[in-house]
C-alpha cells in the first residue's frame, strides 16, 4: 500500500475498484465527475487558534467569533491566525453569519477601500457580483453616507448588510480556509 502525505480527498471508482489521492478542491476547482468516481474529503479545522467547525443549513466552516475591533484591526488579526474575515455571499450565508454573531452589527469580509462602488470580498480577491449585491444588501444600501463608508457590515436593524466607516468597531468572524 502506498503512503500519501497530506492526503486530504480522494476518489473511489467503484467500477474499477481503485482509490486516488485527490487534490485540494476549493471553489475555484469542480469536483469530480460522477463518472470518475465518488469523492470523498476531509475536513480540517486548527482548534488551537479558537476555531471549531460550525454548521448550519447546507454550510460547514472552521470559524471563531472575536470581541469588537475596528476594519483593519479584525482583518489583521484574521490574517495573523491563517483566515480572513468571513465572507457572505449567499442570503443562507448571511443566515448562518446572523446565527453565529447572535444577531448583533458585525464586520463582513467584503469592502470597497481600493475603488469605491467595487466592494471585494476577503476571502479571494474578487468583487461582488451585482447578483450578490441585489440579495445581500439592505434596501437603500450601499450608501456611502458622508463618502466615507467603505467597509461592510450586519447590522441588526436592517435585513441584509450595508456599507460603513471602517473606524467603528464591531464584533467579526475569521473564517479558515479548506484545508
Request: charged share 20%; net charge negative; proline share 3%.
Amino acid at each position: 500500500m502506498t503512503k500519501y502525505n497530506n492526503c486530504t480527498s480522494f476518489l473511489f471508482n467503484s467500477n474499477s475498484g481503485l482509490c486516488t489521492p485527490g487534490a485540494y478542491i476549493n471553489e475555484k476547482q469542480p469536483l469530480p465527475s460522477s463518472e470518475e468516481g465518488d469523492f470523498f474529503q476531509s475536513f480540517y479545522c486548527d482548534t488551537s487558534k479558537g476555531f471549531s467547525v460550525k454548521a448550519y443549513l447546507n454550510t460547514t466552516a472552521c470559524l471563531v467569533v472575536l470581541a469588537k475591533k475596528t476594519y483593519a484591526a479584525a482583518d489583521n488579526d484574521c490574517q495573523s491566525r491563517g483566515a480572513y474575515l468571513m465572507s457572505v455571499k449567499t442570503v443562507e450565508q448571511l443566515n448562518f453569519f446572523v446565527n453565529l454573531t447572535g444577531s448583533r452589527s458585525a464586520w463582513i469580509g467584503c469592502d470597497d477601500i481600493n475603488q469605491e462602488g467595487k466592494f471585494v470580498w476577503k476571502d479571494n480577491g474578487q468583487m461582488m457580483t451585482n447578483s450578490e449585491r441585489v440579495n445581500l444588501f439592505a434596501v437603500g444600501e450601499p450608501n456611502d453616507v458622508g463618502g466615507d463608508e467603505d467597509c461592510v457590515i450586519f447590522y441588526t436593524g436592517n435585513r441584509g448588510i450595508l456599507d460603513t466607516q471602517c473606524t467603528g468597531r464591531h464584533v467579526y468572524v475569521c473564517e479558515m480556509p479548506y484545508r
